[in-house]
């Protein structure tokens, strides 16, 4: 859980003052208590070449004090800090890319103390000359240039005695070449998809998929759904909640995409729903997928399915969204993957804070919205 830099202001949010100031909000309104932790900066917080010896210099006029104080600073205050590199030659915005430096690049990123590496896939290797920077016709399958780097921080991972002292590896290759079936061998996290453009075809896209492959993430290695862009304005309050209440059950890093200073009093509380958050922090690390109720219509590729569950340490969690029509939503237990017939439960939605007991739970659900339901014994 945590927030990262470049939806805010792209390269420009790439700098020692948008991560203390972030790292400092975190502190402030609450999100730090929640278990947000990880303040990370994307693309172009280096200059435009290495040094002379070869490696990453941090823009003078972003970092007028290096990496490192920044890092010491925001470790201070209990939380972590990320950067952002790439597997080509360049970065996505044309600053050195880590191709042929994996080694020396953790190397210098572990001295500087930084907890989290995003690793993109532009400019790879490509049958097009010169290398674009998205590549339609690889030369490979990305694993391979993906190894050099899982290498490197397997390597710096395996040498501390420390959990906490570890750094967590994010694969950012945009789901290509089913990442989600190599990823666990590989890193930490990886991007299922292409990226989240903060519009509901977006949250539509990736939500759905995520239900194809709900079984590929597991404590150690998961489906990383993209940033949460809450704040967006091309997405309404409803379709807000269903983005951030989605990615939490289906067990995504929770990673904020927006400027907390402008951030709205609706957004602030859907990102400090400490029920949905716990759900997705569940120790047992079982994401939600869709399932079919008796009578229920079949999914629709593409579509946000309307019924939503997955396993937790102390019960079962439902999902249910109105992802092509307002209307009410319900389901019997008896119909809900790990949920027995015959008897009742105690169940509590994680939005409206509504409670109840029975056989079976339903909702007015406008279009778009989404409720979540803990049903336990």
Known sequence: MGWSSWNVAQCNAASAKYALDTANKF???????????YINIDDCWTTKNRDSQ??????????????????????????????????GSQTCAGYPGSEGREKSDVAQLT???????????????????PRPQ????????????????????IGYNNQQSSVAKKMHF????????????WGAGYGHSW?????????????????SSAADIYQFSAPGGFNDLDMLYLGSSKINANQEKLHFALWAIAKSPLVLGLDLNKISASTLAIIKNKGLI?????????????????????????????????????????????????????????????????????????YTGQTGNGTSVSFDIGLHDMRVVKVTA
């Open 27 to 37: 502190v402030s309104m609450g999100l730090k208590d929640l278990g947000y932790e």
């Open 54 to 87: 070869g490696k990453l210099v941090p823009d003078p006029s972003k970092w007028p004090n290096g990496i490192k104080p920044v890092v010491d600073q925001i470790h201070s205050m209990g939380l972590k800090f990320g950067l952002y590199g790439c597997a």
């Open 111 to 129: 001295s500087w103390g930084v907890d989290f590496w995003k690793y993109d896939n532009c400019y790879t290797p490509c049958r097009q000359n």
């Open 134 to 153: 998205t590549c339609g016709n690889p030369t490979g399958n990305s694993s391979q240039w993906y190894a050099p780097m899982r290498d490197a921080v």
């Open 170 to 181: 994010n694969l950012c290759n945009w789901g290509r070449d089913n990442v989600w079936t």
């Open 191 to 207: 991007r299922m998809s292409v990226d989240n453009w903060g519009d509901w075809a977006s949250v539509e896209r990736i939500g």
């Open 278 to 350: 716990d759900i997705n922090q569940d120790a047992l690390g079982k994401p939600a997928s869709i399932f079919r109720p008796s009578g229920a219509a079949a999914p629709v590729k593409g579509k946000i399915y309307p019924y939503w569950a997955g396993p937790l340490v102390d019960g079962v969690v439902i999902g249910l969204a109105a992802g092509t029509a307002a209307g009410r939503f319900g389901v019997d237990f008896k119909d809900v993957p790990g949920l027995q017939g015959g008897r009742s439960y105690v169940w509590k939605e994680m």
